[in-house]
């Protein structure tokens, strides 16, 4: 690992506003434990550091939907996330927040220094201002009509319905989303970071000296810098957030892109009193996991003003990932489009590394991803459970079977050119999955131990232990007619023992290889191999000799289990529900926002007498043919029955209406409708896009008048 003496690794930190998905378990959070269980197992001085990014507008906006205080939603997701982490052994050694007041302390400390260093701009700007509040308004406290596709609930920088980006001045009919006024634009003051002026030194820093970074992270990177800096407000006007720590700077707080990241910097004070040696000693390596949309803060901003502020080490790698999406669509939280991790824990307990292992093996490092339930099935079927399981479980098994339960001995005299190959895939197994953690190729590092356990599968099955145990209890029992002497049962049984010596040292160096990808499994493993966990430790990874000759080991027991159909199908009905409901709820707010039926023309009292109302009661009822829209219905008006062909059809099951009393309208001149003779008209009522019959409150004789 060169010449680094201490490792300070960061995760995204989330945002207090919802629950955890599997999109940002593969983004970022998997990817950094798995790198952080690596450099613990190699004895590495390494701090995990993460937290709650508690301030921000969308907060406020949800605090304000569900009327309660922006602390209330951040304490309770703050929780919920960090329970989620901690079930899926997301292994930080803090996870913090921000609304510490240690944070907040850090964070106006960073600000006092550039600002006494002279090193903002204080400008003053028209923004939007709330005349019935008296409070400045952020672009997400302002709705109105998208000018691209006409959604009347469009946010200030964004419509949520097309994506669209926006800025308050597009939006048509703006208003405040606290009191429903028009905002007008008032001057306030702002203190701007001018990050123009590190324009030369960022391009020689990251274009220059860190070419090794992502294509997506360093083609980002230079894609900003290529089309130059702008200065950027480091504050904000609002009462949610880090106030400005000056004296002019009542109700204004720092932008949340400022202190988010110092984030990282307080939750090592938090979590240490050595925090400097992490954040301001040169042989520190920082590297920052996160996901592509965070790519321009920790790359470009954050740099910035930990070279502006001076003191700090710069981050030596930004390995972020892209977008996971789901079932073939961008995970959507205002849809509910997405698995959520508290919710997938309660669904599929004990199996978390199910879940690591298939958002590492299809993790989007290069591309964007999609994660589908049928394939998180196939790979925990056909490679968790009929590869790396069932390698473990053959040769514990077969060891109890055929060497009473210990561990056989290795007959070094009798070792075949076979065993040597497989004994040599140890240590060059090891060095792979070493340059792959090491290059943030994780998905290519689980793919070798999945490899190495394939490998021990086609061993075992060469070698046909079973077969040997079998010829030797025939010899035994006279059953062959062929001569044996004792050299030959001898070796017949060292061949058993060498192959299944074998066996157990891979199993256990399978236990340290996936331990920083499937941490369960490996514990699982040390259980049953009865060793200690400090045997997971990178040191004794490619060792042949881990399990002592003689040892007893415990019965085998399954590492994974194989998932059924019905668990994918409730998963993908759970989803599949999920859309349903947040379109009839857009529906229903669709058909709540259009106004009523207009009025139609006065009539006379005379022309109304024309019409020969009637109740009457369904008999009958059957979809007409080739017609998804019409029922035709027999209807008893008590002098007669008539045919009524109705569209009600995408409203109303046929035997669901029977009996039903409804009004006709009796003297309609008869038309044909699909080649059938329709007698009347059925009155109907419309309630947002519902139909509901018109019909008397209690029942009444058939054919009765309605006046």
Not at 386 to 400: P, S
Not at 669 to 697: C, H, T, W, Y
Request: proline share 5%; aromatic share 10%.
């Amino acid at each position: 690992m060169g010449k680094f003496n201490r490792y300070l690794i960061t995760a995204a930190l989330p945002y207090a506003n919802g629950p955890v998905h599997i999109g940002h378990l593969a983004g970022c959070y998997i990817p950094a434990d798995i790198y952080v269980r690596y450099l613990r197992a190699k004895k590495a001085d390494v701090k995990f550091v993460c937290g709650t990014d508690e301030h921000g507008v969308p907060i406020t906006i949800k605090a304000m939907k569900e009327g309660v205080t922006p602390q209330d939603v951040v304490d309770k997701y703050h929780k919920i996330i960090g329970d989620s982490f901690a079930a899926m052994g997301i292994s930080f050694d803090i996870f913090s927040r921000t609304s510490n007041q240690i944070h907040h302390k850090t964070s106006q400390e960073f600000f006092l220094k550039m600002y006494n260093d002279g090193l903002f701009e204080e400008k003053e700007s028209e923004q939007y201002f709330d005349p019935e509040k008296n409070v400045f308004l952020a672009d997400r406290y302002i709705i109105g009509t998208c000018p691209k596709c006409g959604n009347d609930k469009a946010y200030g920088d964004q419509c949520e319905r097309c994506g669209t980006s926006l800025s308050p001045d597009e939006l048509i009919n703006p208003h405040s989303a606290l009191s429903n006024a028009v905002p007008v634009k008032k001057k306030t003051k702002h203190w701007y970071m001018p990050l123009q002026n590190y324009e030369p030194w960022l391009k020689q820093w990251v274009l220059e000296e860190h070419k090794d970074w992502k294509n997506n992270v360093y083609g980002q990177c230079k894609s900003w810098l290529d089309s130059g800096l702008q200065s950027r407000a480091m504050t904000r006007d609002s009462n949610w957030g880090i106030q400005v720590p000056l004296p002019d700077a009542e109700g204004k707080v720092l932008y949340v892109w400022f202190d988010a990241p110092i984030g990282y910097i307080s939750a090592t004070k938090e979590l240490t009193d050595n925090w400097a040696d992490y954040w301001c000693k040169e042989d520190t390596k920082l590297v920052h996991f996160i996901g592509k949309d965070n790519i321009v803060f920790h790359c470009i901003i954050f740099p910035a003003m930990l070279k502006a502020h001076g003191n700090f080490v710069l981050p030596d790698n930004v390995p972020a990932n892209e977008f996971l999406n789901l079932e073939g669509e961008k995970i959507s939280t205002s849809r509910n489009w997405a698995v959520w991790v508290d919710e997938f824990v309660a669904d599929f307990p004990d199996q978390q590394d199910v879940l690591r292992y298939v958002l590492c093996s299809t993790a989007p490092e290069t591309k964007d991803n999609d994660f589908t339930w049928k394939d998180f099935q196939d790979r925990n079927n056909n490679e968790l459970v009929a590869v790396f399981g069932n390698f473990v479980n053959r040769a514990l098994v077969l060891m109890h079977k055929l060497c009473g339960g210990k561990v056989p001995k290795l007959h070094p005299a009798h070792i075949e050119e076979g065993d040597r190959e497989i004994i040599s895939e140890f240590a060059t197994t090891k060095e792979r999955i070493e340059k792959s953690i090491e290059s943030y190729r994780f998905r290519e590092a689980l793919a070798e131990v999945i490899d190495f356990a394939r490998k021990g599968n086609i061993y075992l099955q060469k070698n046909e232990p079973w077969k040997l145990a079998s010829a030797i209890e025939k010899i035994n029992k006279g059953e062959t007619h062929e001569k044996f002497t004792a050299a030959d049962l001898e070796l017949l049984q060292a061949r058993i023992d060498i192959c299944l010596h074998i066996c157990l040292q891979m199993s256990a160096n399978l236990a340290i290889f996936c331990n920083p990808f499937l941490p369960f499994t490996a514990k699982k493993i040390c259980h049953l191999l009865k060793v200690v966990d400090r045997m997971l430790e990178w040191e004794n990874a490619g060792k042949t000799d881990l399990l002592k000759v003689g040892y007893s080991l415990r019965a085998p027991e399954l590492l994974f289990k194989k998932i059924e159909d019905d668990q994918i199908k409730a998963q993908l009905d759970k989803l599949n529900n999920s859309r349903k409901k947040m379109e009839e709820a857009a529906k229903a707010a669709e058909l709540a926002a259009q106004p009523a039926a207009p009025p139609k023309p006065e009539i006379q009292y005379e022309d109304f007498a024309k019409l020969d109302l009637r109740v009457g009661t369904i008999i009958k009822a059957e979809k007409v043919e080739k017609a998804d829209k019409l029922l035709k219905l027999l209807v008893d008006i008590g002098t007669e029955q008539r045919t009524v062909v109705s569209g009600i059809a995408m409203h109303f099951a046929p035997e669901d209406i029977i009996g039903k009393q409804v009004t006709l309208v009796a003297n309609l001149a008869p038309r044909k409708m699909r080649g059938i003779e329709s007698q009347g008209m059925i009155l109907m009522a419309e309630d947002k896009g519902k139909l509901v019959f018109v019909n008397p409150n209690e029942a009444v004789t058939p054919g009765s008048g309605v006046s």
